[in-house]
Structures are given as structure tokens and as C-alpha cells.
DNA sequence: GTCTATAGGAGGATAGAC
DNA sequence: GTCTATCCTCCTATAGAC
């Protein structure tokens, strides 16, 4: 079956960019994974930053089924804490598959791939609704910008203090999530 | 002047660090961006990965400067957002080398330099003096673990979100440091 | 210590048979 | 669509002359 493999491509995918990054990552390695000769891959994905895009395409598509799956009546604050948590929990898991921010040759195939875009602007502008909401509500801080609260919350998903914390091995998964999440919308400073 | 040399060879690391990450950076960039021959750079530096490591030294000492610079009558959280606010003006001014926290050749190559790690004690047992310092104070939230703290601090030093910002060229690096510092200490949340 | 030239190998991608 | 075998570029590192 051609989606199964594909499916288990990407599961493969998945797994190696979050545990080596995309550049460490190789060809050989993902076709190693999957149990399949490395010129088969190519005859389903034509390049290694296809198999990178794919890869994000398919968390994004998580995402969406997530946020799908909330209870519509929830407040829109705890919409965006719950999205965060399975984030974070995705990440902790081995199963968020980390991109450089940087590798511009990437970035643009990345841009170019019109799943991925799609989905990101259906992403962003789902939650930056939720973020307006929660400002409008009182529960978020409205000085900070939508877009900067925005990026905050997407950078949770590549945060290093989880893999910090987990390698120190002090803390549990759960422990570590409500931690950063605590941090992240709470604040370091005491609250009088 | 040999030292001199040796301190553009680590200047421009930095910079190609910053630009484009350890994986992306080639010597043969760092060789021309300095103006000497590879064959040269490999009498200074034995490898690629000593290089990096020469670099996260000196931006550890630059750090430990500030350290020392910074008015020893202040409070414990104004040393701390001090340092943390350099830290992004650093990053954002293109001079924060980022290296993969995946790599695991060169985490171990890092491991074992005594000036990283004897820097990177000496670092964080004077940051983590100020930050249980802070919690006393009541400045700090006493309930985070204070190595959840510092990790976070330094986390700042690779922050996503400050790079997305100054791509959306909505702010000034000025506006992003306060934002950003903000949302660290403050969190996201309304205060009420 | 600087250079030119090159070794040595890894890794992305392809040819061509089945 | 899967395989084996191979191409070819790029990159780290070194040899050896000056």
C-alpha cells in the first residue's frame, strides 16, 4: 500500500529530525529506518527537503486535528494553554521534528510547498483568533502584540529548556511541561 | 601578531556561527572570510569543532565581563534582566554564535575543553547566586526550581522569537529586547 | 605560518535492471 | 516501485613546498 509506506516514511522522518536536527539527519538513515533501499525513497519523495516538508506537514495536520478536538465552549485562554501543553508534550515525546531557523534553501522550499503554507496561515490565524479573544477577555496581557504572543507560544515547541530539564533527569514530563507552561505564561516574577 | 590573528579567526566563527549555525558553516567560509588559506586556519585551530568551541569561549568571557562590570550595589533582578537584555542585543546584533543542541560529536568536543566548562561553571554558579538571591527577595517566583530559572535565562540567548520579530521589521531591536524580556519575566498573562 | 594542491570520505541524488 | 551500483559534489583535514 503507497500510503502506508509513505505514512511510515514520515513517522521515520519525524522521529530522526527531532532526535538530529535537519542537517545531522541523512538520506541513508531515514531509508535505513524505514527498512527500504534509498533510491526507493526518491521515487516518493524527490529531495530531502520534500521529506523535511512532509514531515512538518503532517505535525501541522495534528495540530489542526487538535485543535479541532477542544471543546468549542472552552475559554479561548485555555484553548491556547492546551495547545501548548500537547506541544510541549509532543517535543518531550521525540516526535516534533526540529528545522534550523536558519538553513535558507529550506526555508524556501518550505515556503514553497503550498500544504505547508496552507496550513500554517490556517494554524496562525485560528490561534491568533483565540489570542485577540483572550486579550479581549482580560486573561491574556493586551499590551503584547497578537503576533508577538503568537511566536512566543510557537516557540514552545522547540524550546530547549525541556530537553535541558528532562536530561537532568530531576523532573518528570508531566512536571516539566506545567513548569515551562507555568513560565511561559505566568512569568519568572513573583506574583503579588 | 599571533594573537591578533587568532581573535579575527574567532570574530569571524562568530559571526558565521550566528548567520548560519555550525552545521551550515564551512571552514572554507571562515578561511576566506578572514583572508587566509584553510591550510592556515588548520595551523591555528586543529578542527572545525575547536573553532566553535574557541567562539562559545569568547562570548563566555565577554559574558563574564558584563558580569563583572555590573554594579555591585544593584538587586539581584536587575543584575539579571541586565544580563539576560545584553545577551539579546548580542543575538540580535548578529554576534550570538548558535550551536545545535543535538550534535552530539561536538557536545562532547565541548565537553572536554576545560575553558568551556570551567566558563560555563564559573557562569552559572554566579547567575544562580543572584537568581536564588532574587527569590529571597521575593523578586523571583520562589516556587521555580532555580535551574529551571537559569535554564531559562539562557535559553533567551537562542530565543526564536527574536529573529521572527525583526523579520517582520515591525519593531526595532529595542522594542523587541523590552518586548521579549517582558513576556520572559512577566509572562503573557494579564496581571491583575 | 602561509600558501597550493590534494587526499579521503560522507552524503544527496540517479541509472538501469528486474 | 524496489533493488544494486554508481555518480558527483562538497567538505574536513593534511601533505609538502616556501
Known amino acids: 500500500m503507497l500510503l502506508a509506506r509513505e505514512d511510515a516514511i514520515i513517522q521515520s522522518v519525524n522521529r530522526l529530525l527531532a532526535e538530529k536536527g535537519y542537517e545531522s539527519m541523512t538520506v541513508d538513515e531515514v531509508a535505513a529506518d524505514v527498512g527500504i533501499a534509498k533510491a526507493s525513497l526518491y521515487k516518493h519523495f524527490p529531495s530531502k527537503e520534500d521529506l523535511a516538508a512532509a514531515a512538518m506537514v503532517s505535525v501541522m495536520r495534528r495540530a489542526q486535528a487538535f485543535l479541532d478536538a477542544l471543546p468549542a465552549q472552552a475559554a479561548a ?109 505566568d512569568g519568572l516574577n513573583a506574583r503579588s
Request: a negative charge; hydrophobic letters at 45%; charged letters at 20%.
Open 77 to 185: 485562554i485555555e484553548k491556547l494553554r492546551s495547545v501548548v501543553r500537547w506541544t510541549m508534550g509532543l517535543k518531550l515525546a521525540g516526535e516534533m521534528p526540529s528545522l534550523p531557523s536558519q538553513n535558507s534553501s529550506l526555508r524556501t522550499a518550505l515556503m514553497e510547498s503550498r500544504d505547508y503554507m496552507d496550513g500554517l496561515m490556517d494554524l496562525s490565524d485560528r490561534l491568533g483568533a483565540w489570542i485577540e479573544a483572550a486579550q479581549a477577555q482580560g486573561a491574556l496581557n493586551p499590551k503584547i502584540p497578537p503576533v508577538a504572543v503568537l511566536y512566543t507560544l510557537y516557540a514552545r515547541a522547540c524550546d530547549p529548556v525541556l530537553e535541558f530539564l528532562k536530561m537532568g533527569d530531576l523532573y518528570s514530563n508531566d512536571e516539566i511541561v506545567t513548569l515551562v507552561l507555568s513560565t511561559c505564561f
